[in-house]
């Protein structure tokens, strides 16, 4: 997907102007066209919910998108029964506001005649390819980034469910406040957001404890198949097409799934593997801090941070294991 709109000079990468400017065209012309990246998680969806509140409370018309139905446990947040699920869309020079896309490709929609662009995001390799770009990357999570912005510039605006949404987005981008992204910052604003009204107890119950039971037997099969090498360092497990069909699921039943590998006892890296077509993986690394996994999966044509990253590859199952293997050692031995 080739289509990012040219640079220009007058490109805004500065956090407070950028918030600022969207502010102004929030109260302008609250129109706007919002799609979230690829396979949207928490932190996406959560912030998309309130930025849809948001407009809707402005007077505006909003038109959600994502490449990939929102996962059901997610569907309690505003404006989710009204997502597009989509693969191109035409913005007919709309403002343009685009959740976590490192680049105009990660949003998986191949998005034509936008107006202004607006990049929000908090990954270190974020492009800047936006006419606005809200790039922080030392916040946890969008949701924390937006919680500074609803304070500054929309207060009152901060409704419960605008809380709901914003709370979720940056407990599950924290691990539920367990990651090394647990930072003080994170912190003070859901600490903010239960004080306008979050109900902590009730959504986090909606998002984690509301799973399909297929998912939890497809849980079952995927941890007792995960395999710890030799040396203890590094857990691997894997979940293939076969196996999604076997237990009627689908890919988005596999979230957080990666976590599991690496949350054994002695184990450095976490290997994650899923079969998304014949022969094709998605593979997410995971460590606990002491290993860094993005050396490798930059090899692979991938990338991410020290302890989080991933790549696509093809290949047998048992050859990508023992490469992926090997480069984890030598990038850390
Ligand atoms: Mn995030």
């Known amino acids: 997907m080739d289509n990012r709109p040219p640079k220009n000079n007058n490109q805004i990468s500065h956090l407070e102007t950028g918030f600022q400017k969207l502010a102004e065209i929030l109260r302008k012309q609250p129109d706007m066209v919002i799609a979230g990246h690829r396979n949207a998680d928490g932190d996406c969806l959560g912030t998309m919910g309130a930025f849809y509140k948001l407009i809707v409370s402005l007077g505006g018309n909003v038109t959600l998108l994502t490449s990939d139905p929102v996962p059901e446990n997610y569907m309690f947040l505003p404006?989710?029964?009204?997502?597009?699920?989509?693969?191109?869309?035409?913005?007919h020079g709309q403002t343009l506001l685009l959740l976590e896309?490192?680049?105009l490709g990660r949003s998986g929609i191949s998005l034509s005649n936008?107006?202004?662009t607006i990049n929000l995001d908090h990954h270190p390799d974020n492009t800047h390819y936006g006419s606005i770009n809200i790039v922080d990357s030392g916040a946890s999570s969008i949701g924390e980034m937006v919680t500074g912005f609803f304070q500054s510039h929309f207060p009152s605006e901060i409704s419960d469910k605008v809380a709901d949404s914003l709370y979720v987005a940056i407990h599950t981008d924290t691990g539920g406040f367990s990651y090394g992204n647990t930072s003080?910052?994170?912190l003070s604003a859901a600490a903010?957001?239960?004080?306008?009204?979050?109900?902590?107890g009730k959504v986090c119950a909606s998002v984690y404890q509301e799973n399909r039971l297929a998912r939890v037997r497809l849980m079952g099969h995927f941890l007792s198949g995960i395999h710890v090498d030799q040396t203890g360092n590094i857990a691997t497990g894997i979940i293939l097409l076969n196996d999604l069909e076997k237990y009627k699921c689908v890919p988005a039943d596999t979230d957080n799934f990666s976590s599991y590998p690496r949350g054994i006892r002695g184990v450095k890296a976490g290997i994650f593997m899923m079969e998304v077509s014949p022969s094709v993986f998605k593979v997410s690394l995971r460590s606990k801090g002491e290993w860094s996994v993005n050396g490798t999966a930059m090899k692979m044509g991938g990338g991410g941070h020290r302890a989080a990253a991933g790549f696509v590859a093809k290949g047998r199952a048992e050859y990508l294991i023992s490469e992926i293997m090997l480069k984890l050692k030598a990038e850390n031995e």
């Open 192 to 200: 903010v957001l239960v004080g306008k009204g979050a109900d902590a």
């Open 101 to 103: 896309c490192g680049t």
């Open 184 to 186: 003080s910052a994170a």
């Open 79 to 91: 404006g989710m029964e009204k997502v597009r699920v989509c693969e191109s869309y035409d913005c």
């Open 114 to 116: 936008c107006g202004e």
